[in-house]
């Protein structure tokens, strides 16, 4: 059975539809309403079944989370050694030389904000993500959280 409806049967103005049936028929009505019900239903499938697909995947992948966690973790190191270097060069330019007991207490320093940061990013980007992944399901509420 033909869906399209050639050139040559549009330039005739013959009794067919775009699905090929003849508008003569007694069954042309089910018959177009099922071709047009089987065209939509194809349709369904090409278009939003992929995505679907890809959402579920997501929603129910637990190493999404981990993920998120693990990029949380290296954007805050990437962050702190931006400031360590940033804080050096300042320091040098300022002409300041720390003495070993200040170098180790600011080592210190930087060490406790740098993993409190860590932490805190990581528990965000898990909350975060895990609320994502409930409400893809259609669930607002965090579970397990």
């Given at each position: 059975m033909a869906y399209g409806l050639n050139t040559s049967q549009a330039m005739l103005g013959s009794d067919v539809n775009m699905f090929g049936l003849s508008r003569n028929s007694k069954t042309y009505a089910g018959d177009t309403y099922a071709a047009m019900t089987r065209q939509q239903w194809t349709d369904y499938i090409n278009t939003f079944v992929p995505v679907e697909n890809q959402l579920i995947q997501y929603a129910s992948d637990p190493g999404v989370v981990t993920n998120a966690m693990s990029e949380a973790s290296s954007?805050?190191?990437?962050?702190?050694?931006?400031?360590?270097?940033?804080?050096?060069?300042?320091?040098?330019?300022?002409?300041?030389?720390?003495?070993?007991?200040?170098?180790?207490?600011q080592q210190r320093s930087f060490g406790l904000s740098k993993s409190l940061a860590d932490v805190q990013a990581q528990n965000l980007a898990k909350e975060l993500t895990v609320r994502r992944q409930q409400s893809v399901l259609g669930n607002p509420a965090p579970q397990g959280t």
């Amino acid at each position: 059975m033909a869906y399209g409806l050639n050139t040559s049967q549009a330039m005739l103005g013959s009794d067919v539809n775009m699905f090929g049936l003849s508008r003569n028929s007694k069954t042309y009505a089910g018959d177009t309403y099922a071709a047009m019900t089987r065209q939509q239903w194809t349709d369904y499938i090409n278009t939003f079944v992929p995505v679907e697909n890809q959402l579920i995947q997501y929603a129910s992948d637990p190493g999404v989370v981990t993920n998120a966690m693990s990029e949380a973790s290296s954007d805050v190191n990437k962050a702190f050694t931006a400031q360590g270097a940033s804080t050096e060069r300042r320091l040098k330019g300022l002409g300041i030389t720390l003495s070993p007991e200040e170098q180790a207490s600011q080592q210190r320093s930087f060490g406790l904000s740098k993993s409190l940061a860590d932490v805190q990013a990581q528990n965000l980007a898990k909350e975060l993500t895990v609320r994502r992944q409930q409400s893809v399901l259609g669930n607002p509420a965090p579970q397990g959280t």
